[in-house]
């Protein structure tokens, strides 16, 4: 086990090319909890940013009181790299899940419900999460809870005209991005990501390709020729 300041990582939950998140404890109470950093050792300022943007959504969830995303504890420094604390509910994320054949249909069934339910909390709070997708969205198979989770690349909805404060530059993962998410001038309204998810995973569950493959989105927001069957 690694450990540093008051955390024993004790397994991980997923390294990509831009983060890694690991299962830890807290040493000092014992509660599990998830760690989300940077894959580099060495963030640039625009790495950093990023985790304090998603630190200050999921405070706003946190104090709504938001049930279907996941809670933030805290934001920490260590060795130049930020570290989200996050809570742990066990279980794992869907794409994880759905590779095991762990998942029923009922279950399926119940995931799709409690997405959707998750996505217009995140909308009431005025945050469009511009990222869902499998590996964002953790699941307890044995509870059936359900969190969303990576905020990242989140926007705010401005409440006082329908416009989107983007975060970055486009970082959403591109099979799974409504077309309107690509063109240069987002629409405002949000939900698009969400809802082109479920119909996404649902191909996915059932072994079909997704209906907009990343290599045939276009920057300038154009439909792609072409639909996979």
Known sequence: MTQFKDFSITSTLYQGANTHVYRAVN?????PVILKTTATAHPSPHETAR????????KTFKSNGLEGVVKVMDL????HRPYLVLEDSGGADLK?????GALKVDQLLEIAVKTASALGEI???HIIHKDIKPSNILYNPETGVLKL???SSASIISRETPTVESSMLMTATLPYMSPEQTGPHEPP???ADGFLFLWCNALRTLHRPTPFPGNR???????PSGVDA
């Not at 985790?51 to 999921?58: G, K």
């Not at 994880?96 to 095991?100: A, E, G, N, V």
């Open 76 to 79: 920490i420094m260590h060795d």
């Open 189 to 191: 309204g949000g939900l």
């Open 27 to 31: 040493t000092d109470n014992h509660q």
């Open 123 to 125: 909308y009431q709070a």
């Open 149 to 151: 989770m990576d905020f």
């Open 96 to 100: 994880t899940l759905q590779k095991s």
């Open 51 to 58: 985790y304090s943007h998603e630190y200050n959504a999921l």
């Open 217 to 223: 989105t276009h920057r300038s927001g154009a439909c």
